[in-house]
């Protein structure tokens, strides 16, 4: 098993340096950048020129043409001053010259940076986990992003575990009473469940319970209430519950649907192979050999593949849940970071929750193992 992890583990260079190529090369053909957003911002705020002044950048970012849309009246030192400091360009000075590169000085001139460059350089800083600053926040991304997790966290964790608390027994239940009418209707529902796009629920839920038209028995937006710092600690945990109820819900019925027939399905497979007929030859209680034998083959599938679902949870679904109920998370995060032209956050977050993906995929062949000691990975391979 060693060896396998060890394998597992050299692919992850080679496939994380894929993904970030890919993603870097078409880049370089999405037209706009940082520059033409700062531009943009010009044009409606006269004073963006001081707020820049103090916003550093880091990262790799688009090469800009010559010339920029909305750049009319703006002095060409400006804009190279800005393609300078989000890493378009670099001072390039004359042998000899002894002062401090700039642009004003006469031996120095403005060189553009190639994207080949540029994409090495990142990388370099990746691998030392430096993943910059924020073009337009003007903090790390590394705090940004935990700044956004309590909010993915809560999304992506309580629908996972309460997927997992209901589906499980429901499917087992289905599974012993296949073509009963409790797994008639119960399957009727799970579809429906399964047909309901997870904004168009989180709007009922937000309409009905949140003060839309009937009730308003949850809060609209946040995790927490103002004040929340001062609360006694059994009003905080409560505080917490009562803001997540919503938005947890709406997230989950999706999950809830697949993790239920997956289960269903497992189940059935393994009643009907010959040891659960031995098993109860035997003169086992049902009980025993649901639970003592069916149990530990048919949740191969599906508790090994919680280190997936949460990942997916956390990291895929939430941008929708997240503004309806006005939660800043990660979703919002990198939607906006999309939106800005914000590479830094876009590429550091990517290289991040990239890496983070393919280590829970050796996490979730160990569990299989965990799961089943008869599959053997090194074995196979």
């Given amino acids: 098993m060693g060896a396998y992890i060890f394998r597992r583990l050299l692919l992850v260079i080679p496939t994380l340096f894929g993904v970030m190529l890919i993603n870097f090369a078409l880049t370089q053909f999405v037209?706009?950048?940082?520059?033409?957003?700062?531009?943009?911002r010009l044009e409606g705020e006269g004073d963006a020129i001081q707020n820049l002044a103090g916003t550093e950048?880091?990262?790799?970012?688009?090469?800009?043409?010559?010339?920029?849309?909305?750049?009319?009246?703006?002095?060409?030192e400006f804009l190279a001053k800005l393609e300078i400091q989000f890493g378009f360009s670099r001072i390039v000075c004359a042998e000899?010259?002894?002062?401090?590169?700039?642009?004003?000085?006469?031996?120095?001139?403005?060189?553009?940076?190639?994207?080949?460059?540029?994409?090495?350089?990142?990388?370099?800083n990746y691998l030392s986990f430096d993943f910059g600053e924020s073009y337009f926040r003007s903090?790390?991304?590394?705090?940004?992003?935990?700044?956004?997790?309590?909010?993915?966290?809560?999304?992506?964790l309580w629908s996972t575990l309460i997927a997992y608390?209901?589906?499980?027994?429901l499917g087992i239940r289905k599974a012993v009473r296949d073509g009963s009418s409790f797994d008639t209707w119960t399957s009727g529902i799970i579809i429906a469940a399964y047909a309901i796009p997870g904004f168009l629920f989180a709007i009922l839920l937000m309409v009905v319970f949140a003060g839309g038209s009937y009730f308003q028995w949850f809060p609209l937006r946040g995790l927490t209430s103002d004040g929340w710092e001062t609360f006694p600690w059994y009003q905080k945990i409560t505080d917490y519950l009562w803001h997540i109820v919503l938005p947890v819900t709406a997230q989950l019925i999706s999950a809830f649907a697949t993790l239920t027939l997956l289960t269903k399905n497992s189940f059935l497979d393994e009643i009907k192979k010959q040891y659960?007929?031995?098993?109860?030859?035997?003169?086992?209680?049902?009980?025993?050999?649901?639970?003592?034998?069916?149990?530990?083959?048919?949740?191969?599938?599906?508790?090994?593949?919680?280190?997936?679902?949460?990942?997916?949870?956390?990291?895929?679904?939430?941008?929708?849940?997240?503004?309806?109920?006005?939660?800043?998370?990660?979703?919002?995060?990198g939607y906006r970071a999309a939106v800005e032209r914000d590479y830094p956050v876009i590429f550091g977050t990517l290289f991040a929750f990239g890496l983070i993906g393919l280590i829970v995929g050796?996490?979730?062949?160990?569990?299989?193992?965990?799961?089943?000691?008869?599959?053997d990975f090194e074995r196979r391979g």
Wanted: with cysteine; hydrophobic share 50%.
């Fill in 57 to 76: 950048g880091g990262g790799i970012q688009e090469e800009q043409g010559a010339g920029y849309v909305g750049a009319r009246g703006l002095p060409p």
């Fill in 276 to 333: 659960v007929m031995t098993a109860r030859a035997k003169g086992l209680s049902e009980a025993r050999v649901l639970y003592g034998h069916v149990f530990r083959n048919a949740m191969l599938i599906v508790i090994a593949g919680f280190p997936g679902l949460f990942l997916g949870v956390f990291f895929g679904s939430s941008l929708i849940i997240e503004f309806i109920f006005s939660l800043d998370g990660l979703g919002q995060l």
């Fill in 31 to 40: 037209p706009g950048g940082p520059v033409e957003q700062v531009l943009a």
């Fill in 362 to 375: 050796i996490i979730s062949d160990l569990m299989y193992v965990l799961v089943d000691p008869r599959i």
């Fill in 165 to 169: 608390l209901i589906s499980i027994p």
């Fill in 139 to 156: 903090i790390s991304v590394v705090d940004l992003v935990l700044e956004k997790m309590p909010v993915s966290i809560t999304l992506g």
């Fill in 96 to 124: 000899g010259f002894t002062g401090e590169p700039s642009l004003d000085a006469p031996d120095c001139v403005k060189e553009a940076i190639p994207a080949v460059e540029r994409f090495m350089i990142m990388m370099g």
